[in-house]
């Protein structure tokens, strides 16, 4: 099967057991500011998991589009890529371990095809010391199905990665960790605080017998050990507990959530460990084959990085992200000048992102009418950005004799036009040989010495943000998430129907809000927003939500949204209506979370004020407002 093909027949076989399919959520997150992308399936479900309730009901399944730049070193090997589709089946308080191992295992085994005697798990060990059972629910479920098939299903426990090093597989098909098979957003079930929800989880591995265990891993393989033998393909999580002051207890109700990465499940579908040899990747290698006149497997580690670079800055792109030099635009610049630097190393000098672009989109069209809509933006983008990169390239090498001219070149010279210019080490090294310029005996220590500073300095910098990401939910997200609402109606009874919303982001301390609006506001429009806000604020509307299909909402009852978001069949509705009022203040179409009364956001005496109004781009004013 080929990748599209394992995509579709991944939803219709969950369809088929009552799942309603939804959209994918965009790569970068709304009102998630503790993240910079959307990492997994999960993360734009969170609230749901947590306990509201979902438009579309309790069984949902997709195809979760996510980026995670963490894994950039990682890409290069056979099975990590910054860009890549998480499938993904949720049950919301429905079903649980029985339905899902089960189903998991008849579509991997039945529908792809996978050979069953190479599958092997990973379960939950249980914490004596925290009191947590032993998931032995699932094993006895694994078991089953091994057994019904022949396939003999020793069970072995393994506890740490550390001891899987040491005591090997010892012939085991269910293997037992501990950290390993726990989830919760705090990390480990010891640092959860009191409320929060986690659950024990069970991993499929795939097994690759003509993978050789490396021992530079450890002394022996496991599934859980990163010589390539075991590679994961999918996960479920089974959120079961909640702390709470005196142990863990189980939730009332319990969800399920599946991830499982469709690249790695492709590949072992055509009994390959690598990715890059899908439908979705190959076409991409053999056009960088065909323009460099090298071979994949003489090349093979900058072929992929510039495949797996160039399809996340496409999605990128498609996502309303443009290169710069924060945030999400910069980890786009550097993904561009990465695969641009990389096809260096295999000859291409000249411009070739029309070359690759072209093939992503006409991969992802079929699927993601988006990515078919955007393709003239996408192209003029990314082609711009090569330019642009290519004449920074020429500065650098100017900048390079200067250096050159003052004596000789340092290490430090050397990681300053990686950093500032984007000049890669090795096109100094070669251009510095060419022209005969003296380089210091010592400049490589030197230049590890400048990139071990600075990677510590950009780990420090990305400790907050997290692959699950944390969605916002504390009272002060809430109560800002509101006001957001009050204000976009306000600023519409202000300014006029033409103020459409085109993003918003929340943190802690403020809102922050883009709109359509073709110039500058005055200082007494502002404090008209401001006055009719704070009197929503003090008249005390209810805030209320209920689902309709979107159709009715978009048309008849002339609902909000924002600019560009997609919606599935049935939407939920925000309504903040005034006690004994006809007619609500606000309708709005959101995920929620929301406070239940709008004079919380006036606790301690706090009103709305605006701190800011400017331009955020072409058409498009920015709002910074705070309670205070
Ligand atoms: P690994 O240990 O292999 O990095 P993970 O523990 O980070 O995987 P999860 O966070 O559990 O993976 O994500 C669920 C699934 O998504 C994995 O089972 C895998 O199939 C897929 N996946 C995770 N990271 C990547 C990646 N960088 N590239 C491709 N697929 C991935
Ligand atoms: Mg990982």
Redesign the pocket.
């Known amino acids: 099967m080929t990748a599209q093909e394992i995509r579709k027949a991944y939803i219709e076989f969950f369809k088929s057991k009552g799942h309603t399919p939804i959209a994918r959520a965009r790569l970068v997150p709304e009102n998630d500011p503790t993240t910079l992308f959307t990492g997994?399936g999960m993360q734009p479900l969170l609230p749901y998991l947590l306990g509201d309730s979902h438009p579309d009901g309790n069984r949902l399944v997709d195809s979760q589009t996510c980026l995670?730049s963490q894994?950039i070193e990682?890409v290069g090997d056979n099975?990590?890529?910054t860009f890549?589709e998480?499938l993904g089946n949720w049950s919301l308080g429905d079903y649980f371990k029985n339905e899902q191992i089960n189903w998991f295992f008849e579509f991997i085994t039945k529908v792809v095809g996978l050979d069953p005697n190479r599958i092997y798990v990973t379960v939950y060990s249980g914490d004596e010391s925290l009191g947590i059972a032993r998931d032995n629910e699932s094993e006895s479920i694994w078991r089953k199905l091994f057994d019904n098939l022949g396939i003999d299903s020793k069970t072995v426990d393994i506890g740490s990665e550390e001891n899987g090093y040491k005591v090997g597989e010892q012939s085991g098909r269910i293997f037992f960790y501990k950290d390993k098979n726990w989830w919760c957003r705090a990390g480990s079930a010891e640092n959860m605080p009191v409320g929060e929800p986690g659950g024990p989880d069970t991993e499929m591995f795939y097994l690759y017998p003509s993978v050789q265990h490396n021992k530079s891993y450890g002394e022996h393989c496991h599934p859980n050990c990163d010589c390539g033998r075991y590679i994961?393909?999918?996960?479920s999580v089974f959120m079961e507990y909640k702390k709470t002051e005196d142990g863990f207890a189980k939730l009332p109700k319990q969800n399920v959530d599946y991830?499982?990465?469709l690249?790695?499940i492709a590949a072992a579908s055509l009994d390959n460990a690598d990715?890059f040899k899908i439908s979705l990747l190959l076409p991409i290698i053999e056009k960088l084959e065909s323009i460099s006149g090298k071979k994949y497997d003489s090349h093979t580690n900058d072929m992929r990085v510039i495949a797996d670079h160039l399809r996340g800055a496409v999605f990128l792109c498609v996502d309303g992200i443009t290169p710069s030099n924060k945030e999400q635009g910069y980890v786009m610049r550097r993904l561009l000048r990465r695969a641009i630097r990389f096809a260096f190393a295999l000859g291409i000098e000249q411009n070739f992102l029309h070359e690759i672009v072209p093939i992503i989109i006409d991969l992802y069209s079929p699927d993601f009418p988006e990515v078919n809509s955007s393709k003239e933006k996408v192209l003029e983008v990314l082609l711009k950005e090569e330019k642009v990169f290519r004449q920074t390239l020429r500065k650098g090498v100017r900048e390079l004799q200067k250096m050159a001219e003052k004596g000789s070149v340092t290490g430090k010279d050397i990681f300053t036009l990686y950093d500032t210019y984007g000049f890669p080490m090795e096109l100094s090294l070669e251009e510095a040989q060419t022209q005969d310029y003296p380089i210091n005996d010592d400049w490589k220590a030197d230049f590890d010495q400048q990139m071990t500073e600075q990677r510590n300095r950009s780990q420090t910098a990305s400790k907050g943000t997290f692959?699950g990401g944390l969605g916002g939910h504390t009272l002060q997200h809430k109560k800002y998430h509101t006001a957001t609402h009050l204000m976009y109606q306000a600023l519409r009874d202000v300014l006029g129907d033409h103020v459409i919303q085109h993003g918003s982001n929340i943190t802690e301390e403020r809102l922050r809000f883009d709109f359509s609006h073709p110039e500058k506001m005055t200082a007494e429009q502002i404090k008209q927003v401001e006055d009719i806000v704070n009197k929503q604020i003090d008249n005390d509307l209810t805030v209320t939500f209920e689902e309709h299909p979107t159709k009715e909402a978009l048309e008849d009852m002339h609902v909000l949204g924002a600019f560009g978001d997609r919606y599935g069949d049935k939407v939920k509705i925000y309504r903040m209506q005034a006690q004994g009022s006809e007619k609500p203040f606000s309708l709005e179409i959101c995920g929620g979370p929301h406070v239940d009364h709008t004079k919380q956001l006036s606790e301690e005496g706090k009103k709305f004020k605006i701190i800011k109004e400017e331009s955020s781009s072409s058409g498009i004013r920015r709002i910074k407002a705070v309670l205070s």
Do not use: I
């Open positions: 997994s995670r894994d990682e099975r990590h890529t890549f998480m994961e393909l999918g996960n991830g499982g990465g690249e790695r990715v692959k």
